[in-house]
């Protein structure tokens, strides 16, 4: 009874293991193909360069991808979810909509500089336009939270009086444009000071929300 005990113990531990190994190589596979889009640009990202710099053949990406377009969305899922994994600690909870407004605009700032890379594979993806089926490269709903997130932020500071009236939805598509340019503009630009660039974004759309009114009495 305890030798099955311990077969079964090796044989769990070798699935564990196995399924790290693959984990592992599959997020890297996805690293090397935010390096190639973002350095080579969409089209000349081929399966072949992004295997070439994981070391690997196109037949071990073809094991863990059906083929570019799982690879492109893989790609997307993961950029946003280390983006929101890095802005969300900072933006703050504490002082109100129009704090919570600026420190996420400045964090979404610190993003793009901490991990260049990531929002440029975005940017050539999104240049690239639709698949030749006319689907999107990858799935909106993966940038989804970031504008939810800038919309509730938005509609509290109306809500207390802190922002002036103003539409949602023309507000949220606007800070959101004027953060997704900068990979843009760092890539003319690759001593863009960012530092400074968050502050004017924030000054910019302290100016473009606020209530000149509000006292924070309410």
Not at 98 to 108: D, G, P, T
Not at 128 to 134: C, D, H, K, L
Not at 159 to 174: A, I, K, W
Not at 177 to 203: F, G, M, N, S
């Amino acid at each position: 009874m305890r030798s099955n005990f311990h077969t079964n113990d090796q044989s769990s531990t070798e699935q564990s293991r196995q399924s790290f190994i693959e984990a592992a190589r599959r997020a890297q596979i996805i690293e090397c193909a935010i390096d190639a889009i973002a350095e080579l640009g969409f089209a000349q990202a081929s399966l072949a360069q992004i295997a070439k710099r994981a070391g690997v053949s196109t037949g071990v990406i073809s094991y863990y991808f059906a083929g570019k377009d799982d690879l492109i969305a893989a790609v997307a899922a993961h950029v946003f979810a280390v983006g929101e994994a890095h802005i969300d600690p900072m933006v703050s909870r504490e002082g109100g909509a129009r704090i919570a407004l600026l420190s996420f605009i400045a964090a979404s700032v610190d993003f793009i500089a901490a991990k260049p890379r990531y929002p440029m594979a975005i940017m050539n993806i999104i240049r690239a336009g639709r698949a030749e089926s006319g689907a999107p490269r990858f799935d909106p709903v993966v940038g989804e939270a970031r504008r939810v997130a800038f919309t509730n932020i938005l509609q509290l500071g109306q809500q207390r009086g802190e922002f002036r009236p103003f539409d949602l939805n023309v507000m949220t598509t606007t800070i959101i444009e004027a953060l997704d340019v900068i990979p843009q503009q760092r890539a003319a630009a690759p001593d863009l000071d960012l530092k400074a660039y968050a502050a004017e974004l924030t000054t910019l759309f302290d100016l473009a929300t606020r209530n000149p009114s509000f006292t924070g009495d309410r």
